[in-house]
């Protein structure tokens, strides 16, 4: 019996797998498609994932492939309205990544491959159940052969359909977003093109045009082409239609060319409740749904794998109590509703339809960009830094939740080795070293010292701080190391 069943091998289901298998848990991952993603869909890795990705080894690979982007603005035809530098973001990552989803996909591979585990390919989940102990799926295999197979925990990656959130019988609450959008993968030429190393917004009457730069010399366009009408689809937009739309909305000055990928699409705007059910998890867009406005889904998704895979290992290895596993819906669900409510609110503002509307939003926009603060906020919210888990089970104590800041390319994070493990931060060194001894499923033997001398802190394995208390107190340090311990 395999201890994670994992179904799904997009983005989230390889960063999942790699990272148990990286914790020496057994995991089987299928995916139902002959072969990974071949487009680029999610093109953006924030600065967040790395930090998290650092963890895994993987980060320069990814980092040789992509292109760095440095900016993001928006624009009205010719005119800058607001410019926001992503260099303020506080990260050794200071900026986005753009990088097909394919090649994320490729190189998380890689990863997994090294780590020695394959994706089965053409294996579908037809169902499952549950009992206290175990979960028991049905595959089928693309030559028509069914298997039964018992898994002690499954974990649905397996996209906007999933499956497994059918088979737990949770509603995916939320709204199509009511409009039909374009895709292009061009190359644009001529001087009036964006800078290639930004993300260009243009807004306009009939709706926003946004230009992602993609590795290679070609860019990513995606526009609104009008309102979905129910039971119509519309046919691939042509290059011609690309160039109309680039003429009309983003000022001309530049043609497209040497098109690879032409598509429509629509956005829904979804998301669970919970994120589990008893031996049962769903993580990425099995969970949540969104507009690609911020970049923010493949992100949020791989995000929500790392939380899972420490917790997940600690408590299969016999280190940390099952009720470690409770904390997973509520941090991953309130970060799951903030980016969708962020992702809806910056596509409901591009789409604004009524002219003096859109008059004031550019107004606005124009007003509110021109602050350093303003800026330096977007690019945080973007970056995912910011995200925190004060109001977590985990969370004891004033600092308790925040991100602890990562090292500066100075060696493996605290904790990052290959069982997870949380990391004392004391002044007192002798007595956090005797307090690890005592817990060395739980806490990494080496404590560190704390970056103020009169706090004490336990950093959680995924680097948010779990304890944060006055640096005399170790009966509380004690007691929150026993509450995780099995
Ligand atoms: C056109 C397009 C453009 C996009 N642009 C962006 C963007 O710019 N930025 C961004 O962040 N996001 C973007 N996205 C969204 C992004 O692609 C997703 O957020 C991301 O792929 C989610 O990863 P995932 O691993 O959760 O799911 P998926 O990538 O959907 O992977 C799910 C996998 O599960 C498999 N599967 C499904 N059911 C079963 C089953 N029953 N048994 C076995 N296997 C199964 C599927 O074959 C698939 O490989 C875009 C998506 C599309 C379609």
Not at 211 to 229: D, L, N, W
């Amino acid at each position: 019996m395999h201890q994670v069943l994992i179904v799904g091998a997009g983005p989230v289901g390889l960063t999942l797998a790699a990272e148990l298998s990286r914790y020496g848990v057994q995991v089987r991952i299928i995916d139902r498609s002959p072969h990974p993603t071949e487009t680029s869909k999610a093109l953006v890795v924030w600065s967040r994932t790395f930090e998290l990705m650092d963890r895994m080894g993987c980060t320069p690979a990814f980092l040789d492939a992509g292109l760095h982007a440095r900016a993001a603005s928006i624009r009205n035809g010719r005119t800058v309205l607001g410019h926001t530098g992503f260099d303020t973001i506080a990260s050794p990552y200071n900026f986005a990544l753009m990088l097909p989803q394919c090649d994320t996909e490729r190189l998380l591979n890689v990863q997994l491959q090294a780590l020695g585990v394959a994706v089965e390919r053409e294996v579908e989940l037809l169902g499952f159940s549950q009992t206290p102990t175990h979960v028991e799926a049905r595959l089928g295999h693309a030559d028509g052969r069914e298997e039964g197979v018992e898994t002690s925990w499954l974990v649905g990656c397996d996209g906007a359909h999933s499956t497994v959130l059918h088979g737990l019988g949770f509603a995916f609450q939320g709204v199509a977003q009511g409009d039909d959008w374009m895709l292009a993968d061009v190359r644009l030429e001529g001087e009036g093109a964006p800078p290639a190393n930004e993300i260009a917004t243009f807004l306009h009457r009939d709706g926003p045009f946004v230009v992602f730069p993609i590795p290679g010399g070609r860019s990513r366009i995606v526009a609104t082409v009008g309102k979905t009408v129910a039971g119509q689809s519309r046919p691939d937009p042509t290059l011609s239609d690309v160039q109309a739309m680039a003429d009309e909305r983003a000022g001309g000055g530049f043609r497209v060319a040497d098109p690879v990928w032409l598509a429509n699409f629509r956005i829904n705007e979804r998301k669970v409740s919970d994120y589990a059910k008893g031996r049962v998890f769903l993580a990425g867009d099995a969970a949540h749904v969104h507009s690609p406005a911020g970049g923010q889904g493949m992100n949020t998704g791989m995000q929500d794998a790392f939380n899972l895979s420490w917790k997940l290992a600690m408590v299969i290895r016999g280190e940390a109590r099952a009720s470690l596993l409770d904390s997973y819906t509520p941090e991953r669900s309130a970060v799951g509703d903030m980016v969708l409510r962020n992702a809806t609110r910056m596509t409901d503002m591009g789409t604004l339809a009524h002219p003096a509307a859109q008059a004031a939003r550019n107004l606005v926009l124009r007003f509110m960009l021109g602050f350093h603060a303003v800026q330096d906020r977007m690019a945080a919210t973007m970056s995912e830094v910011e995200i925190a888990y004060a109001k977590s089970l985990l969370s004891i104590g004033r600092h308790a939740g925040d991100r602890f800041p990562p090292p500066q390319h100075d060696g493996p994070a605290p904790g990052s080795g290959t069982m997870p493990r949380f990391v004392l931060f004391s002044a007192d060194q002798a007595r956090g070293a005797a307090l690890a001894a005592r817990f060395p499923g739980v806490l990494d033997p080496r404590p560190r010292t704390p970056p103020d001398a009169q706090s004490l802190l336990i950093v959680r394995p995924d680097g948010y701080v779990g304890l944060s208390v006055t640096s005399n107190d170790w009966a509380e340090t004690e007691r929150f190391t026993q509450l995780l311990a099995a």
